[in-house]
C-alpha cells in the first residue's frame, strides 16, 4: 500500500476520509428536525417557506443563514444545509434514524468526498 497515494489507499482500504465522516455525524441534523431532541435546549433551523425554495431536493429544505464573518459562516447550522438540501427525499422523510442512514449512506456512496480528501464538500451538495 505504501506505493499508493493517499486516496487511492483509502479506495482500496474502503476507508472515508475525515471530511465524509464529519458530514455523516451530521446526522444530528435528522435529530432535530424531527424532534428528537428537547426544543427549548437545541439549535433552531430555518425550514424554507413553500415559495422559498425551488422544485428540485426534498420538501423539506432548509434556509441558508447570511453571514458577515467567517466565524458564523462555518459554524453548524450553516455547514449542514447545502448537504441537508441535497438529499433526496426517500431519505429525508425516513421514520427513524435508522432508516436515515441507510439511504443516505446509499445516496453518498458514489460522491467524490467519500475517497477524496481534496474534494470540496460544497460541490458535492454537502457530501453531503
Not at 1 to 21: S, W
Not at 99 to 116: E, Y
Amino acid at each position: 500500500m505504501g506505493n499508493f497515494k493517499y486516496p487511492e489507499r483509502l479506495r482500496q482500504l474502503e476507508l472515508p476520509t475525515l471530511a465524509y465522516r464529519r458530514n455523516r455525524g451530521d446526522i444530528v441534523t435528522y435529530k432535530l428536525l424531527s424532534g428528537l431532541y428537547d426544543k427549548q435546549v437545541t439549535l433552531q433551523l430555518d425550514m424554507a417557506t413553500i415559495g422559498q425554495h425551488h422544485t428540485r431536493g426534498n420538501s423539506r429544505k432548509l434556509t441558508v443563514t447570511r453571514c458577515r464573518f467567517d466565524l458564523r459562516k462555518y459554524c453548524f447550522t450553516n455547514r449542514i444545509v447545502n448537504m441537508w438540501n441535497s438529499s433526496p427525499d426517500n431519505v429525508i422523510l425516513a421514520d427513524n434514524v435508522n432508516q436515515f442512514k441507510n439511504p443516505l449512506d446509499k445516496h453518498w456512496k458514489m460522491h467524490d468526498i467519500v475517497f477524496n480528501y481534496r474534494a470540496d464538500s460544497a460541490e458535492t451538495g454537502g457530501l453531503a
